[in-house]
């Protein structure tokens, strides 16, 4: 069975400052999706960036990007410019070629001013 | 595009009763999930639909929860027999086939006492 473990529950950073995130998953399968996931205390939840396991190259959205190491199995999260809107829980998350999803237990991010 | 809705926001109810959830997707979106996140916790797949086929059930669907989609469009969550186990917040998600990104509700937070 899959799983997804995110190390760190909670995490804070400098308004402008860089942060990364880590997450590493388990599978014995090739071909899967990555995602990072918001959920800001409204608590909806956000998709931040996703990643195809089949693509070398990493996901870049805007401020976040990912390093997507596929032999060690882990996928981390960097947030550039922190902004006080990125205070929020996040998850990473691993999809199959079936259609669930599996979430980590998600690390809180706080945003120092 | 109103996005997904949810109904009730939020729901106390005693031990013992039944209680069902709705969740309206994105129009023209054929797939529906439905998670459960317990605090601290990432949310836990329950189930999933493609129109109004159940495809896939989780094991934490125990036979007291039930979930339709009977014309495709909205679906219905129901648990039986409340227990105080049962308290958590149920998320609902769509997306169309041609899509990765799941696009999540605001959530019926449920508390049984």
């Known amino acids: 069975a899959q799983t997804v473990t995110q190390s760190q529950p909670e995490m804070s950073v400098q308004e402008a400052e860089t942060v990364t995130l880590s997450c590493t998953y388990d599978t014995s399968e090739s071909d899967y999706y990555l995602f990072w996931y918001k959920q800001p205390p409204s608590r909806q939840m956000i998709l931040v960036i996703r990643q195809e396991a089949y693509k070398q190259q990493n996901a870049t959205e805007n401020r976040f990007s990912v390093n997507f190491q596929k032999a060690a199995k882990s996928f981390s999260l960097k947030i550039s410019d922190s902004q006080l809107g990125d205070a929020a829980m996040y998850f990473c998350a691993y999809r199959s070629a079936g259609d669930k999803i599996i979430f980590g237990k998600g690390t809180r991010l706080h945003i120092l001013p | 595009d109103t996005g997904v809705s949810q109904d009730p926001r939020h729901k106390i109810t005693k031990r013992g009763q039944n209680v069902t959830f709705r969740c309206d997707p994105i129009s023209e979106h054929n797939r529906l999930y439905w998670y459960r996140q317990t605090l601290g916790q990432g949310p836990e797949f329950l189930t999933y639909f493609q129109n109004e086929a159940q495809l896939e059930k989780s094991r934490l669907l125990s036979d007291r929860f039930s979930a339709e989609r009977p014309k495709g469009s909205f679906s219905t969550l129901e648990i039986q027999r409340t227990e105080q186990g049962d308290s958590a917040m149920y998320l609902c998600?769509?997306?169309?086939?041609?899509?990765?990104?799941?696009?999540f509700g605001p959530g019926t937070r449920l508390t049984v006492t």
């Open positions: 998600a769509s997306r169309t086939g041609a899509t990765y990104e799941q696009y």
